[in-house]
């Protein structure tokens, strides 16, 4: 009985994994035989919905010319700067915030009322400020992704065990002893899901000031192949910017796979 039960729990568990990935497959076919037959339907003005096809010969264009590169380079860094930045001021203020019960009351609600805000409405102090450079993108994937970094911190906090900050006391840690060992690692979790949520804002951020004033960028590239009504080339930097998006949110997302490791020894 208990080795029918060891043989048919991994079984069960490829069953399941493999009806997901089908009804994963089905979705992205029926969403391209969709596409495909709106183009062919001539419903809507021509290549407003190109066809799969336009799109891959665009797509294959587009991965050939090295001056894509320059321009995704760009995007990377502002992007890359922004996380940095933004991030690491989130992660600062999650932490005092989730800490101190009163700084939380007093001030994470401007957190929650500022976060939904569109942060484009920041982008011309940005310009004012930084001027119509790099910074001034960097500035807006930072404050894009300072939001839920710092709140997803900031909740983290308060669902660490009081037995660990406890200890942590008894040891009559330092402050940054009981964040290094206690709270980052107890925190694993929510910090990755907030770095997560982080990023997809901070390219959005990045990549929509970019198509604002700017002449580098992914964002760039976007714009203009819509003022020149290239839709298979904008198509295709969309699809390019859809993948690294995942690729990046992925590779993130691996963080979280190991057990946190809370180092008590070092605080003795």
């Not at 990935?21 to 709106?38: C, E, P, S, Y």
Request: with cysteine; hydrophobic share 55%; net charge positive.
């Amino acid at each position: 009985m208990a080795q029918t039960d060891r043989l048919t729990a991994p079984t069960a568990l490829n069953l399941a994994t493999n009806s997901v990935v089908l009804l994963r497959l089905a979705i992205v076919a029926i969403v391209l035989a969709t596409w495909q037959a709106v183009a062919d339907s001539g419903l809507l003005f021509r290549d407003v919905v190109p066809s799969l096809v336009a799109i891959f010969r665009a797509l294959v264009n587009l991965l050939a010319d090295d001056r894509f590169y320059t321009h995704l380079e760009a995007t990377a860094f502002e992007v890359g700067i922004a996380m940095l930045v933004g991030g690491g001021l989130g992660l600062l203020v999650g932490l005092v915030l989730g800490a101190n019960r009163l700084l939380g009351k007093a001030f994470e609600p401007y957190l929650y009322y500022l976060g939904p805000t569109p942060k484009i409405i920041f982008f011309p102090v940005m310009i004012m400020w930084f001027g119509v450079g790099p910074p001034s993108k960097i500035a807006m994937g930072a404050i894009s992704c300072f939001f839920p970094i710092a709140l997803s911190v900031a909740a983290g906090m308060r669902q660490i065990n009081p037995v660990l900050i406890s200890v942590g006391r008894s040891f009559r840690a330092a402050a940054w002893q009981m964040a290094v060992k206690i709270y980052l690692p107890a925190m694993r979790h929510p910090i990755v899901n907030g770095a997560r949520l982080g990023l997809g804002v901070a390219i959005i951020g990045t990549v929509l000031a970019e198509t604002k004033l700017s002449n580098r960028g992914i964002g760039f590239l976007i714009i203009n192949s819509y003022n020149t009504f290239n839709m298979p080339r904008m198509y295709a930097l969309l699809i390019v910017l859809f993948a690294l998006a995942i690729g990046a949110n992925a590779a993130i997302g691996r963080v979280s796979g190991s057990k946190p490791r809370h180092r008590l020894a070092g605080l003795s």
